[in-house]
């Protein structure tokens, strides 16, 4: 049996209280109800999920360029950091397996600042406001990705 393909799942700031945000916006779930939800549904089609969370620009970027050097597969909730990190964008932008943008919520159908996302011009893809499906439909594209 062939070892399960290993995804990165990094999640940006304010996530990790989810269960604190506008749930008419973000849903209901917390972030550990949202990590075991993706680790299920990554098991599923015989992948595995490292879920990752930080609220720190600097952390992140580390583990892009972790990721750049092993060449695993990610896929990125960079919450607000999609609005305006530059530093991240260019962390995405050496990453040598595909990366894929998700968001809970679609940025495209609120405030006027989260119609920008200086990610997407790098991810492979974008999928967005559908919930923690989001990140079930992220994991099959990136099956069919890789
Ligand atoms: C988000 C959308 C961003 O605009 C926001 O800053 C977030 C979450 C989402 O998943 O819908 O924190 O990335």
Not at 74 to 99: E, G
Not at 135 to 146: G, H, N
Request: glycine share 4%; charged share 20%; with cysteine.
């Amino acid at each position: 049996m062939s070892a399960a393909t290993k995804v990165l799942v990094l999640n940006g700031p304010n996530l990790d209280r989810l269960d604190l945000r506008d749930s008419s916006i973000y849903g209901s779930m917390n972030f550990a109800e949202l990590t075991s939800f993706i680790e299920r549904e990554a098991a599923l089609i015989d992948c595995e999920a490292d879920v990752r969370q930080s609220n720190s620009e600097v952390e992140i970027i580390t583990w892009l360029h972790e990721a750049s050097d092993s060449k695993t597969p990610v896929i990125f909730n960079p919450a607000a950091f999609t609005h305006y990190s530059y530093a991240i964008r260019d962390a995405v932008a050496m990453l040598k397996a595909p990366i894929i943008e998700v968001h809970l919520s679609n940025p495209m159908a609120r405030e006027e600042f989260r119609h920008t996302s200086v990610i997407s011009g790098v991810a492979q893809g974008t999928i967005a406001g559908f919930g923690p499906h989001s990140y079930r439909l992220a994991l099959l594209a990136m099956k069919e990705l890789i």
